[in-house]
């Protein structure tokens, strides 16, 4: 499967990239296990931008797929799927 | 996961003050607009909008407000102007360097509008503020810096069942949201807890800023006169690196304990 990943504000600051593909060999992930995966894939101020020191989403992260806001790490992912992942913004 | 249709909302101001002839000639090209009669611009005359802070963002909502006919602001910005706050916040000028900024955003908006009542407050708002200021609003804009400021001012506008324009900024990206409290997602529902990694000070264009405190100002009279359809339960991020809009459907509903805890009370 092809998940399409979109990078908005400080995350992508810290991914260094705006967009990439993340394939995976199975037909379903989980939102935790793609973000484990990307984390793998990137140096380390991506994984802490997140993830915390234990592995979980950070509770702030926003994560949409296909343009709906997704907040459990459980939500499953499927082939063609398209995520954005972002820091809040608070700029005034 | 799919989006969920958009949904219209009734008006957030009562029409009480009636427009004069000076209104109507004022605002007459807006009273053009498929939609939008007298009554709509009474209740914009009617209404109070409170603006926390006046910097970036907020500078353009107010002045679109003022310029739009709301009869009261209630403006929140603490300090004293400094040069580099000019890049963006259009309300401030170089001869006020050193002074006060919501002075300096009080006298600009007065030029603009001399109807205009203004509740200039030179504080930013918190917990010990927040209540106190929203109870006299019909509408909040919230355009600060902050997490800690957004999320006391979102806690009371929720108490209080006050609805609050959502605008922000970083770099070239944009985010702009409605809270309609019992009904949308709260700005505590999308995020529990300031996020560790937000600075105060970030690269910002002041372009971006107008654009984005341009479009909160239309979300606000939309939502004050009952014009279009707002943003309510979902999301305007923007690119303006790429020009790229979506808009994200904000999903479940309220469900964070501010909203539970008003909604019992309700």
């Known amino acids: 499967m092809r998940v399409s990943v979109e990078y908005m504000s400080l995350i992508r600051d810290a991914s260094g990239v705006d967009a990439e593909d993340l ?3 199975t037909d379903s992930l989980t939102l935790a296990d793609m973000l484990e995966h990307l984390a793998e894939n990137h140096a380390e101020p991506f994984r802490a931008a997140v993830l915390d020191n234990s592995g ?3 509770p702030w992260l926003m994560v949409t797929v296909n343009d709906v806001l997704v907040r459990s790490p459980e939500a499953i992912l499927r082939d063609g799927d398209r995520v954005t992942i972002a820091v809040p913004i608070s700029g005034g | 996961m799919t989006p969920s249709p958009p949904t219209p909302l009734p008006p957030f101001a009562n029409p009480t003050s009636p427009i ?6 004022t605002y007459q090209w807006q009273l053009w607009t498929p939609g939008f009669d007298e009554v709509s611009q ?3 005359k009617s209404a109070t909008v409170l603006i926390s802070r006046v910097g970036g963002l907020g500078s353009p909502v107010a ?3 003022a310029a739009a006919g709301v009869g009261h602001l209630i403006l929140c910005h603490a300090g004293n102007l400094k040069h580099s706050d000019l890049n963006r916040q259009l309300l401030m000028t170089h001869d006020w360097i050193g002074r006060p900024r919501i002075e300096s955003a009080a006298r600009r908006l007065r030029d603009l509008n001399p109807r205009l009542e203004i509740t200039a407050i030179p504080d930013n708002m918190s917990d010990a503020n927040a209540e106190r200021l929203i109870t006299q609003a019909d509408l909040v804009v919230d355009a600060a810096p902050l997490f800690e400021e957004r999320l006391a001012m979102n806690d009371a ?12 900024m970083y770099e070239m990206q944009a985010t702009l949201t409605t809270v309609i409290p019992g009904i949308t997602p709260c700005l505590r529902c999308l995020v529990p ?3 560790k990694p937000w600075k105060r ?3 910002v264009f002041g372009a971006v800023a107008g654009t984005v405190g341009c479009m909160g100002a239309m979300e606000a009279i939309k939502l004050l006169t009952g014009l279009g359809t707002p943003l309510a339960g979902r999301m305007l991020s923007m690119d303006l690196r790429t020009m790229q809009f979506r808009i994200t459907d904000l999903g479940a509903p309220p469900s964070c304990p501010v909203c539970i805890a008003a909604h019992r009370t309700r």
């Open chain 1, 23 to 25: 394939i995976s060999q």
């Open chain 1, 56 to 58: 979980t989403m950070h």
């Open chain 2, 20 to 25: 004069d002839d000076t209104d109507r000639a």
């Open chain 2, 42 to 44: 009474a209740r914009l």
């Open chain 2, 63 to 65: 002045y679109e407000l």
């Open chain 2, 157 to 168: 506008s929720v108490r209080l069942g006050k609805p609050v324009v959502e605008c922000a």
């Open chain 2, 193 to 195: 807890e300031p996020p």
């Open chain 2, 201 to 203: 000070e970030f690269p």
